[in-house]
Structures are given as structure tokens and as C-alpha cells.
């Protein structure tokens, strides 16, 4: 079922047509041999600067390669992993992979880009949050591989932070203080307290790909536009870097950039793919 359309990118299994075939269950109970087994695998999606187009890293997307399902997405499976536990293992193995990705890149074109560090982003779910080996775990990867914390950010949503009290802060704090990147991914589809934003220890902040999406109607609508142009206006006056998910468009590329987003990720640049994929993107233009 996992088509790999052009290149060696793969086309994700269709969750509706699998739904009857795959139960929930039945891959709850075979995630763990999988693990052990090396069915997951990682694809890399570029994060582009808006402003030049160059690149400066890319974020990591994990997928399960199921013996008998193909290939299936995120969705399918880490809430199921969350529920196990699974997750915790599972999101120390990402990590580990992606840090020791971000290392090849490095070493191949130096550890910063037009764009600022060359850097790996790796998603957490709330349950790593919560995990009491979360910064321990993450100290000890970026000192095995030799990798600078600013080689690596954290993506946490929106809604694992909402009402977070300061024991929920802590391990990201201490994460932000050695210099990893903390982002805050979705951002705009929960109901957080804008002034809120102060309080955690962010510095980038993900705007939802329905933003994106309302970029897409000509003209876009004028109340989407001015929401867009007031995060922005707030998150750059709290020193915070604008990144836009999920853009297909030049016209949105094109729109976000005027409403002084900073970087960007999406299709119209770079699907998910293999590491080496980076290498054919403007990553080398972007050091010189
Ligand atoms: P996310 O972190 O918000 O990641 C962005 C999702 O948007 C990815 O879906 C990506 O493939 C997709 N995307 C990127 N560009 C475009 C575009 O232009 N158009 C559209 N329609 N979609 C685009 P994916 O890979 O299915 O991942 C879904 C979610 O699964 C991620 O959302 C993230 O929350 C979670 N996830 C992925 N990898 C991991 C992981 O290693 N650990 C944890 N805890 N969660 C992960
Ligand atoms: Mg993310
Ligand atoms: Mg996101
Ligand atoms: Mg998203």
C-alpha cells in the first residue's frame, strides 16, 4: 500500500480504507516489537527562510514502516503510543536519530546557515514533557553525538502548555537555558492567553496551517489577515521567531512573507523526505 511516488518519497497509507483492516489494537499490541524490530524510520521536511528561500534545517517527522500496512503517518499511531507509554522510548529514539542527523548536516556544511544555526527540529508529546528523564536524556544525546544545543529545537503544541503550571515548565526552562530552542507548534488553534506567551520559555512560535490555508483565497479574508499581522507584531516584540506550517502556495509564501512571518515549511518547498533530499535544496547556496 506505501507507494513511493517520484523519488523516495512515500505516499502515507489511506486512514479511511485502512480503518477496517487496521485496528486499533492490533498495532497498540505490535508497537513495541516494532521498536525493537527498526520499523520506524524519520523524513525530513526543510524549514525554509521566507525571506531568501535558503534553508537552515528541517523538522523531523517520524513514520512506521508496518510489515504488512505500508507505511503509516504520525496520526495513526502516537496517540497510540502515548497511551502505552510507548512514547517515551519511542521519542528518545527520534531524538537520538535526528540529533545524529543534524550532526551529518554540520559536519557537511558547517553549523550555521544564512539563516542562523543549522538545526534539527524534533516534536514532544505531553507525556515526554511530563517524563522525568526528558532533559537528562537530552543532555546525555547532544553530549554522545558532540552536537551543540543550538543544533536542536523542541517542538511542544499549544495545547500541552495551556494551564501548565511552572513543574511542567521546569524541565523546559532548564532546556532553554543550556540553548536548546523550545516552539510552540500549532500555534492559534488552542485558546491560550496571548499574554500567556510571556511566561513560557519559547522562542519560536508555529503558526497552524489553517493561518496558512486562508492565504490561499484571493484576497484573503481581512480578519484572518489582520489576525496573522497581530501575532506577528506581538510574538516579534517578545523576541519571537514566526515559522508558518503547510505552505502548498508561491501566493502564500508570497502573502506570509508580507505579513513579516520569518520561515516557513511546506509542500510548495520540500514534502517530508529522506535526509539526503536536504542535500539537493539550497542549504549549500545558503552557506556559500
Ligand atoms: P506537526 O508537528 O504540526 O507537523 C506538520 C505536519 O504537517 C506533518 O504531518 C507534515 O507532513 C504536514 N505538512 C507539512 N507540510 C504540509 C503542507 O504543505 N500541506 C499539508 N497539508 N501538510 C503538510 P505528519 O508528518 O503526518 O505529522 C503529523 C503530526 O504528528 C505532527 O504535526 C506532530 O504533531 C506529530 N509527530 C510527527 N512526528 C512526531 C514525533 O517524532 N513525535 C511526536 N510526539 N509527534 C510527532
Ligand atoms: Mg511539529
Ligand atoms: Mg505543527
Ligand atoms: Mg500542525
Same mark, same amino acid.
Given at each position: 500500500?506505501?507507494?513511493?511516488?517520484?523519488?523516495?518519497?512515500?505516499?502515507?497509507?489511506?486512514?479511511?480504507?485502512?480503518?477496517?483492516?487496521?485496528?486499533?489494537?492490533?498495532?497498540?499490541?505490535?508497537?513495541?516489537?516494532?521498536?525493537?524490530?527498526?520499523?520506524?524510520?524519520?523524513?525530513?521536511?526543510?524549514?525554509?527562510?521566507?525571506?531568501?528561500?535558503?534553508?537552515?534545517?528541517?523538522?523531523?517527522?517520524?513514520?512506521?514502516?508496518?510489515?504488512?500496512?505500508?507505511?503509516?503517518?504520525?496520526?495513526?499511531?502516537?496517540?497510540?503510543?502515548?497511551?502505552?507509554?510507548?512514547?517515551?522510548?519511542?521519542?528518545?529514539?527520534?531524538?537520538?536519530?535526528?540529533?545524529?542527523?543534524?550532526?551529518?548536516?554540520?559536519?557537511?556544511?558547517?553549523?550555521?546557515?544564512?539563516?542562523?544555526?543549522?538545526?534539527?527540529?524534533?516534536?514532544?508529546?505531553?507525556?515526554?514533557?511530563?517524563?522525568?528523564?526528558?532533559?537528562?536524556?537530552?543532555?546525555?544525546?547532544?553530549?554522545?553525538?558532540?552536537?551543540?544545543?543550538?543544533?536542536?529545537?523542541?517542538?511542544?503544541?499549544?495545547?500541552?502548555?495551556?494551564?501548565?503550571?511552572?513543574?511542567?515548565?521546569?524541565?523546559?526552562?532548564?532546556?532553554?537555558?543550556?540553548?536548546? &530552542?523550545?516552539?510552540?507548534?500549532?500555534?492559534?488553534? /488552542?485558546?491560550?492567553? #496571548? @499574554?500567556?506567551?510571556?511566561? +513560557?520559555? !519559547?522562542? %519560536?512560535?508555529?503558526?497552524?496551517?489553517?493561518?496558512?490555508?486562508?492565504?490561499?483565497?484571493?484576497?484573503? &479574508?481581512?480578519?484572518?489577515?489582520?489576525?496573522?499581522? /497581530?501575532?506577528?507584531? #506581538? @510574538?516579534?516584540?517578545?523576541? +519571537?521567531? !514566526?515559522? %508558518?506550517?503547510?505552505?502548498?502556495?508561491?501566493?502564500?509564501?508570497?502573502?506570509?512573507?508580507?505579513?513579516?512571518?520569518?520561515?516557513?515549511?511546506?509542500?510548495?518547498?520540500?514534502?517530508?523526505?529522506?535526509?539526503?533530499?536536504?542535500?539537493?535544496?539550497?542549504? %549549500?547556496?545558503?552557506?556559500?
Amino acid at each position: 500500500r506505501a507507494k513511493s511516488a517520484g523519488g523516495n518519497r512515500y505516499e502515507l497509507a489511506d486512514p479511511e480504507a485502512d480503518a477496517r483492516v487496521i485496528t486499533r489494537h492490533g498495532l497498540t499490541t505490535a508497537l513495541p516489537a516494532a521498536l525493537e524490530r527498526g520499523e520506524f524510520f524519520i523524513e525530513y521536511q526543510p524549514l525554509v527562510h521566507l525571506g531568501d528561500g535558503s534553508v537552515h534545517g528541517a523538522e523531523a517527522l517520524v513514520r512506521w514502516l508496518h510489515p504488512q500496512h505500508g507505511v503509516l503517518g504520525p496520526d495513526r499511531f502516537i496517540p497510540l503510543a502515548e497511551h502505552t507509554g510507548l512514547i517515551v522510548p519511542l521519542g528518545r529514539w527520534v531524538l537520538e536519530q535526528s540529533v545524529r542527523q543534524a550532526r551529518v548536516w554540520r559536519e557537511r556544511y558547517g553549523e550555521s546557515t544564512a539563516a542562523g544555526p543549522l538545526r534539527i527540529n524534533v516534536n514532544l508529546s505531553p507525556c515526554q514533557l511530563t517524563h522525568p528523564g526528558l532533559v537528562q536524556d537530552t543532555v546525555d544525546i547532544l553530549e554522545r553525538t558532540g552536537v551543540a544545543p543550538d543544533a536542536l529545537c523542541l517542538e511542544v503544541t499549544e495545547s500541552a502548555l495551556i494551564g501548565a503550571d511552572d513543574d511542567l515548565l521546569k524541565p523546559l526552562r532548564r532546556l532553554a537555558e543550556m540553548g536548546v &530552542d523550545i516552539a510552540l507548534d500549532d500555534f492559534g488553534t /488552542g485558546y491560550s492567553n #496571548l @499574554a500567556n506567551l510571556r511566561r +513560557l520559555p !519559547v522562542s %519560536v512560535l508555529k503558526l497552524d496551517r489553517s493561518f496558512t490555508q486562508s492565504m490561499q483565497r484571493f484576497p484573503a &479574508d481581512p480578519v484572518d489577515l489582520k489576525i496573522v499581522e /497581530g501575532i506577528v507584531a #506581538l @510574538a516579534h516584540s517578545l523576541d +519571537l521567531t !514566526v515559522t %508558518v506550517e503547510g505552505v502548498e502556495t508561491g501566493a502564500q509564501a508570497e502573502q506570509l512573507r508580507i505579513l513579516g512571518c520569518d520561515t516557513a515549511q511546506g509542500w510548495y518547498y520540500a514534502r517530508p523526505g529522506p535526509p539526503e533530499r536536504l542535500h539537493e535544496l539550497a542549504l %549549500v547556496d545558503a552557506t556559500g
